[in-house]
């Protein structure tokens, strides 16, 4: 992150709660560029208000100092407390708080493009100090777009659910939505045009744009969408059982006797926040869950089905895409064994009646010919219906079902380049080694999720075609550029159709190209075997 104390003082900004001030992190040359870290956008969720939606934030007097990130949501460690809260900060309940990255030159017409980044992490840890700051302003703000990365609770405090109106569920996603509202009303001040907002997001994060274009209290905030490895449809990204699920987290924390939901809450409010943290893969989760603490569908911020939301939703351009085996990174340690094989295809059956006919048909799916006797040929196998069941269907799935009721574009990508040493100590624990999930943030961010390794020529390629296709889609709803025919990409990108909705961009580490299928069929197959014994 940049030095606290070795930026000039950026301008004074009047928002509609109070003047901030934060630091000029490029302070040389014609694009200059300020950062304002830190600022509050909902009251802190603290006391009465946790497990409640967000509420505004207080206004202040004079000029609040906006020059370095706040701190995290409540989260366990995800390596070990030293060293996470020097890389992400100190967790606290105190934590929505957003950070703007703006230019300081002339804005065009209207103002600057707007993008607003979502960060993952299965709704159980993330945060913005991830992602950085200065890398930021070098890479992306330059680009012309302001940029701005928020934070949102996470675990039980962003998820608790009683299963009835004392609290319905997904602060988490009304954390979200009171950001973009934020950014809706104070945007301007900025420079930005709140006319032109991109939702972005990774993983959690690509679901939840998703999920808040969606929802009718969210879907006019915002403009176009980017979800990067998730959707609504991803089988992890919601919970029917949240409160069943938030039920059992009360009597872990020896609380089993209340009167109704309110008397509950009024107790866990007196539980340490830190008790309410998930350890990341280590959870104590009901069976048939991928995550322990995850959005639910209920009937408040989603008064409906995803299909008949996505319907209703106010249409808009979209990019979307995986990398090229997504699902390497949630196979940690495994063995090209039958045994594991067997682990991923129970996570692909568990919400089916017939268990043990889809599992025969997604094998016979997966090993038409059998268990391949080359040992990296069987863990690509097993890799490939990973990736399906974790990511490629419900990415797909969403391309399908937007592409059929809009005319707004959609583009599809997908990532084949990579940088190993982005992945960092989880490379060890990779069965195989590809581009997996998360190693495309390098080429948007110049910082990985894992490490952040020196960029090679060829990742300095892939870094200036990826960017400028999500830079060129904030400013123009289109990643070639605004003049048609003249695409600012080695190779144009052309939208899905209500033909094809496989079409994807293939970002690799030389010359990209088109595709007219997503893996060849295999994702859609996946989606298909699946559906059918749902049905049964």
């Known amino acids: 992150m940049g030095n606290l104390f070795s930026y000039p003082d950026s301008r004074i900004v009047d928002t509609s709660y109070g003047k901030v001030q934060g630091r000029r992190l490029i302070y040389k040359g014609d694009k200059q560029v300020e950062a304002f870290q830190g600022i509050p956008f909902a009251k802190p969720p603290v006391g009465k208000l946790r497990f409640k939606k967000p509420e505004a934030p207080e206004k202040w007097e004079g000029v609040k100092e906006t020059k370095k990130f706040g701190p995290r949501s409540i989260v366990a460690p995800f390596v070990h407390w030293v060293i996470d809260n020097y890389l992400r900060g100190t967790p606290s309940e105190d934590c ?13 017409d209207g103002g600057f493009p707007v993008m607003v980044f979502i960060h993952g992490g299965a709704f159980e840890l993330g945060d913005t100090m991830t992602y950085g700051d200065i890398n930021i302003c070098e890479n992306i703000v330059t680009r012309d ?21 004392t609290c319905p569920g997904n602060n988490g996603l009304w954390d979200q939505v009171a950001a973009l509202r934020w950014i809706n009303e104070n945007i301007e001040a900025f420079g930005g045009n709140k006319n032109n907002v991109t939702v972005l997001g990774q993983s959690a994060g690509a679901a939840s744009v998703d999920l808040l274009h969606l929802s009718p209290h969210s879907t006019k905030l915002f403009h176009k969408s980017i979800p990067m490895a998730g959707s609504a449809y991803c089988r992890w990204a919601t919970n029917k059982n949240m409160p069943q699920q938030c039920r059992n987290k009360a009597a872990r924390l020896g609380i089993t006797e209340n009167a109704n939901s309110e008397e509950l809450l009024e107790k866990l409010r007196a539980v340490p926040a830190d008790k309410f943290a998930v350890q990341f893969m280590n959870h104590e989760k009901e069976p048939d869950v991928d995550f322990e603490t995850v959005p639910l569908i209920d009937g408040d911020f989603f008064p409906d089905s995803f299909d008949e939301l996505r319907r209703k939703a106010t249409p808009k351009p979209m990019i979307t895409g995986v990398t090229k085996e997504e699902g390497l990174v949630m196979m940690a340690g495994k063995k090209p064994t039958e045994e594991d094989m067997k682990e991923i295809i129970t996570l692909a059956i568990h919400d089916t009646k017939d268990k043990e006919k889809l599992a025969d048909e997604l094998k016979s799916a997966y090993f038409e010919d059998g268990i391949p006797e080359d040992k990296d040929a069987f863990m690509r196998r097993i890799a490939n219906l990973a990736s399906d069941y974790w990511f490629n269907a419900a990415t797909i799935e969403m391309c399908r079902k937007t592409v059929a009721i809009q005319d707004d574009p959609v583009y599809l990508y997908i990532v084949e380049h990579w940088n190993p040493k982005v992945m960092g100590v989880m490379l060890k624990e990779m069965p195989i080694q590809d581009s997996s999930h998360g190693a495309e943030l390098l080429y948007l961010f110049k910082k990985g999720f894992f490490a952040s390794p020196s960029l090679t020529k060829d990742d300095e390629h892939v870094l200036n075609n990826f960017t400028t296709a999500f830079t060129n889609f904030a400013k123009y709803g289109n990643p070639n550029g605004s003049v048609a025919g003249k695409s600012h990409l080695p190779l144009e990108w052309k939208p899905l159709d209500k033909q094809n909705h496989s079409r994807n961009y293939v970002f690799t580490s030389d010359q990209p190209f088109m595709n007219e299928s997503f893996f060849e069929g295999r994702a859609e197959n996946f989606e298909e075997i699946v559906k059918r014994h749902l049905n049964n």
Do not use: E, H
């Open 96 to 108: 929505l708080y957003l950070n703007v990255f703006t230019p300081c030159w002339k804005a065009p």
């Open 145 to 165: 777009v302001i940029f701005a990365t928020i934070q949102y609770r996470l675990g039980y405090l962003g998820f608790m659910s009683t299963g009835d109106a």
